[in-house]
């Protein structure tokens, strides 16, 4: 087996077919198809099966390409290594973000690393179930991460950047934007626009209307958090979300609760990092992060939703 024929059979699985991957990978479709045909015979698989729309992975072909991503993700982190230069660099840097964090300020950071090294390739993984993004993590794929919460197991390196405030996305003309900050007492009777079940926001939601001893019903679950403000200003219901994750045009009916809810973001990179991941911190670093005011809570999941990295 080969690292070619791992990206030949991870370019088919994005692709769908062995010409659209070929295309892609500016190689003749004979080429690929010999490939993948030796790689099933050693490993005594059947890798992808056909079906009316595409070529798709089969079980045993799901197991493996998660394996070959991660070996393709560390070939790739090699070589950016061996031919870094010091002003040039170039490879790929893979960026794993708990969704919600950074949206306003990983856009700055990343366009300021591209001008710094602009052959540099980046790959940004949003990712809202912490499960999938510690198991992304342990399988040596991220090379920097943002997340709520402290860094455990030793794997990375923790490096706090600053707080998140949490807002509550209301309709347009709902009487609570009067208010400057509205108490989580009155949003008792509201129905919520909430998130894909075991994720980090979601967790935050649940347990700060637990310790409020409100009960929320939900009338809609979404996976984006631009998603769920747009639905909440058009009046589906109201969600909660950080506030930097609020989309330009929408602050209007964004507003901070009492009690104050906040979550730290946390730049989790790897211990001996190289170029690019240091110059991608201090970046971060640059941006603008909300910090916490006396009195502002963090909600008992944020820690335990982190990924244990």
């Known amino acids: 087996m080969s690292l070619r024929q791992f990206e030949y059979a991870l370019a088919i699985a994005e692709q769908g077919s062995v010409t659209a991957a070929a295309e892609v990978l500016r190689v ?28 798709v992975p089969t079980v045993a072909g799901r197991a493996f390409l998660r394996e070959a991503q991660i070996a393709v993700s560390a070939a790739r982190r090699a070589r950016a290594t061996a031919r870094a230069g010091a002003d040039e660099l170039v490879g790929e840097l893979v960026v794993a973000v708990q969704m919600g964090l950074g949206t306003r300020q990983l856009p700055g950071a990343l366009g300021a690393l591209r001008r710094r090294f602009p052959r540099l390739e980046v790959t940004v993984f949003e990712e809202p179930n912490p499960t999938e993004l510690e198991r992304l993590a342990r399988g040596g794929v991220i090379d920097l991460g943002l997340m709520a919460g402290p860094c455990e197991g030793g794997l990375y390196d923790g490096h706090h950047l600053g707080d998140e405030e949490f807002v509550v996305v209301l309709a347009a003309g709902h009487p609570l934007l009067a208010a400057d900050r509205v108490e989580l007492q009155e949003l008792g009777r509201e129905p919520w626009v909430r998130f894909d079940h075991n994720s980090a926001l979601d967790g935050v939601l649940v347990d700060v209307l637990r310790d409020n001893g409100l009960a929320p019903t939900t009338v809609a679950r979404v996976s984006q958090t631009a998603t769920a403000v747009r639905w909440a200003a058009h009046g589906l219901g109201v969600t909660f979300v950080p506030a930097s994750a609020v989309p330009p045009g929408h602050e209007h009916v964004a507003r901070p609760v009492t009690p104050v809810v906040s979550q730290p973001v946390v730049a989790a990179v790897r211990p001996g990092a190289g170029p690019a991941e240091t110059a991608l911190l201090e ?19 944020t820690a335990g939703s982190a990924p244990v990295v």
């Open 283 to 301: 970046f971060l670093r640059q941006e603008t992060w909300h910090r916490s005011a006396p009195g502002w809570v963090t909600p008992p999941s």
């Open 28 to 55: 003749a479709q004979p080429s690929v198809s010999q490939q993948i045909r030796g790689l099933e015979r050693d490993l005594g698989v059947e890798l992808f099966s056909r079906t009316p729309t595409g070529l």
